[in-house]
């Protein structure tokens, strides 16, 4: 069993930056691919990006390219996701994942998921 804690949400206006964590504990946390994804009210769940297990490849949804960024810590069992020029389009639910070894963009395809944190964007 793996489990994930997310942190670091929160409301913030349109143009800042926000910073998610997401802690992993239980089994060998490096040998997982880590994702985030979001849901916003009313909507599906959405792909926001993710990181192979090996560190050496990340991955990330159209809708966040070139903003936000996806580091992995795994000597501190820890995935790390950076938001900047958020707008209120990214106001959702995220969500951290896990899975074996490398990413998917594909929710179903995850073992273990986070509680969720709320982050609000206002124009």
């Known amino acids: 069993q793996v489990q994930l804690v997310e942190s670091g949400g929160g409301s913030v206006q349109a143009g800042a930056s926000l910073r998610l964590s997401c802690v992993a504990s239980g089994r060998t946390f490096s040998r997982y691919a880590m994702a985030w994804f979001r849901q916003a009210s009313g909507k599906e769940r959405e792909f926001v990006g993710g990181i192979n297990w090996s560190n050496d490849r990340t991955y990330y949804g159209d809708c966040v390219k070139g903003r936000f960024t996806i580091t992995r810590d795994n000597a501190k069992n820890t995935v790390s996701l950076q938001m900047n020029s958020l707008n209120p389009e990214d106001t959702a639910v995220y969500y951290c994942?896990?899975?074996?070894?490398?990413?998917?963009?594909?929710?179903?395809?995850?073992?273990?998921w986070g509680q969720g944190t709320q982050v609000t964007v206002s124009s």
């Open positions: 994942a896990a899975r074996s070894l490398v990413v998917s963009t594909t929710g179903l395809n995850y073992d273990y």
